[in-house]
């Protein structure tokens, strides 16, 4: 009888150690997971952010989906022009003579590491693509062009897209986006920064 209660007592020691460690694994294994996830998701997002900025320069808008944003990069030029003399300068005689050249933005692309196949994949999403707004809006009386992109938490967090690790991270929130600009005013910030 004697050997029956130590080994339930032995038992039930094993069950509430492996309880105590699970309990403090599960914190830490979310937190390593999340930051790793948001980051991998950030680096993209930066990424697209820059792909935007760049059609901008080409069409003076950004782009409303990814095969326009992609089409435009694939296939348009940047204008650049070069000012010969100082149009600012009231003592300037001489006559100013803008020069225009143009360089293809795939270069520019290229040149700076992104793939445009790839851009609209979320990272640990599964095949899940950004959500992708633009157009333009009335800013302090004026016609600015404006562009949002997003992805919720709970697309690319696998097993933690749960309201319940929330707990472990009081802002965590897996409804809420990770997200760069905004479709009410001209800005290109993303909410991480």
């Not at 196949?117 to 016609?143: C, E, M, R």
């Not at 802002?171 to 600009?181: A, Q, S, T």
Request: charged share 25%; aromatic share 10%.
């Amino acid at each position: 009888m004697r050997l029956v209660i130590n080994l339930f007592l032995a038992a039930v020691v094993i069950g509430l150690v492996w309880l105590l460690i699970s309990s403090i694994r599960e914190p830490i294994a979310f937190q390593a997971e999340k930051d790793r996830r948001e980051r991998a998701v950030i680096d993209k997002l930066m990424e697209i952010r820059t792909a935007q900025d760049l059609f901008r320069n080409i069409t003076e808008g950004f782009a409303p989906n990814f095969d326009s944003l992609k089409y435009v990069l694939e296939n348009d030029n940047f204008a650049i022009v070069s000012v010969i003399g100082d149009p600012d300068d009231p003592d300037f005689t001489g006559e100013i003579v803008y020069d225009t050249t143009y360089s293809p933005a795939i270069d520019s692309i290229r040149a700076l590491g992104i793939n445009l196949d790839s851009l609209p994949l979320v990272p640990y999403g599964n095949g899940a693509t950004f959500d992708i707004a633009a157009d333009t809006i009335t800013y302090q009386k004026t016609i600015v062009p404006v562009v949002e992109v997003g992805v919720k938490r709970k697309v690319f967090m696998g097993n933690y897209a749960d309201k319940r690790f929330a707990r472990y991270d009081q802002k965590y929130d897996p409804e809420k986006p990770l997200k760069f600009g905004s479709m009410n005013s001209p800005q290109l910030s993303g909410n991480w920064e």
